[in-house]
């Protein structure tokens, strides 16, 4: 049987791909609650970037501006759908690392200055990710 961290890995990964797929047939445009699609995809990564390991010990990404990531708020900033991919793929990989260090006895612990251990981030993100993927696709559709 194999380990849970390389099914989480596996399963990860589908997730990655299946948001590659939505961003390369989106409407970047199309208004979700008055935000652009594009900006659920910035949120979509920019979350699994930083909760997917540990929310309290993370560095933005040089090109992250203030609000950025919370279609809420307006920025002056838009990101086009090929940096969106780029920074996907680097979160990808980085994923793919980050669970190539643990082991199954890892993921009850508690990263540093986090209050939640690691296998909840990873879930959360799971249904984060999915739930964005769903939404992106339903309006493309």
Not at 62 to 71: A, R
Request: aromatic share 10%; proline share 5%; hydrophobic share 35%.
């Amino acid at each position: 049987m194999k380990n849970l961290c390389t099914m989480i890995k596996q399963q990860t990964d589908a997730n990655f791909m299946n948001l590659i797929t939505t961003v390369k047939t989106y409407d970047r445009n199309a208004l979700i609650c008055g935000a652009p699609a594009w900006r659920y995809v910035y949120h979509t990564i920019h979350s699994a970037d930083k909760w997917y390991f540990n929310p309290f010990v993370y560095d933005e990404p040089d090109f992250h501006k203030e609000g950025l990531d919370n279609p809420d708020i307006p920025c002056d900033v838009e990101l086009n759908d090929e940096q969106l991919l780029e920074y996907l793929d680097r979160v990808r990989k980085k994923t793919a690392d980050y669970l190539d260090s643990l082991n199954d006895n890892m993921l009850g612990g508690f990263p540093e200055k986090c209050d939640m251990p690691r296998l909840e981030l990873i879930l959360m993100q799971f249904r984060h990710i999915s739930t964005h993927i769903g939404m992106l696709n339903g309006l493309t559709i």
